[in-house]
């Protein structure tokens, strides 16, 4: 098996946590536990890149879009994220994480996917979020 993953495989590894994603926006109560779960696990993970750095941008749009603070991002998107954060908790490693060196590559690649995926309304949120954090 190769060592790398591509944004298709990270697409269709995203593509598996739909349902479950859909189904746990249809309870948002059960998002807060997952998006802890998921915090937990980012420090496991090597901050390589933009992609890891970003991802708690990501949890906070979650967490803002679940309050209804921030209604301005689709519900795909949302989903998109739900999906990578319930691959970081829940997915089968295809690359088990104690591999040295690469372990954590298809985690990373899972969310550098989901952040290429929803990266136009993720900078809106970020620019959202400076306005709103300025009082303007």
Partial sequence: ?????DL???K??????????EQLLAN?????GLLQKVERRLK??????????R??????MIRAYVSKEYTEVSVKAIV??????LYLVVGVDLIPDKTPLVGYADDLAVIAAALYFV???????SQWRENHQQGL
């Fill in 44 to 53: 496991e993970i090597p901050k390589v890149g933009n992609a890891a750095s």
């Fill in 55 to 60: 991802f708690p941008l990501m949890l906070s």
């Fill in 8 to 10: 298709e495989k990270a």
């Fill in 28 to 32: 948002p109560s059960t998002i807060e």
């Fill in 1 to 5: 098996m190769s060592n790398t993953i």
């Fill in 80 to 85: 998109t994220m739900l999906c990578a954060s």
């Fill in 12 to 21: 269709e590894l995203l593509s598996g946590f739909t349902g479950q994603a």
């Fill in 119 to 125: 990266e136009p309304e993720l900078n809106a949120y």
